[in-house]
């Protein structure tokens, strides 16, 4: 069975930081492309980053230079340091693994920044 579990979300302030793990089972994590996207209240969910499974990044955007993924193959997990945090990053962040055709969803973390 495959599980994508994230964790690390929470209420933060303005400027504060906060780190989200997704931590992935019942996969050849290593293989996979992760993702992290997000979903606003009455938004569509959107990319945040990616880290594919050679180790090369990508992130939208409104986030770079104050976000860095990261991946630790021998924990099987994912990592989302968020810096300098605004208002408008509230949302709930989710982790997707992808591989080809085949991508997993984990359940979503809340992240509240308070202004």
């Known amino acids: 069975q495959v599980q994508l579990v994230e964790s690390g979300g929470g209420l933060v302030q303005t400027g504060g930081s906060l780190r989200l793990s997704c931590a992935a089972s019942g996969i050849s994590f290593s293989r996979y492309a992760i993702t992290w996207h997000r979903q606003a209240p009455g938004k569509q969910r959107e990319l945040v980053a990616v880290?594919?499974?050679?180790?090369?990044?990508n992130y939208a955007d409104f986030v770079k230079g104050r976000f860095t993924i990261s991946r630790d193959n021998g924990k099987n997990t994912v990592y989302l340091q968020m810096n300098s945090l605004k208002p408008e990053d509230t949302a709930v962040y989710y982790c997707?693994?992808?591989?080809?055709?085949?991508?997993?969803w984990g359940q979503g973390t809340q992240v509240t920044v308070s202004s």
């Open positions: 997707n693994a992808v591989l080809g055709y085949t991508n997993y």
């Open positions: 880290i594919y499974s050679a180790g090369s990044t």
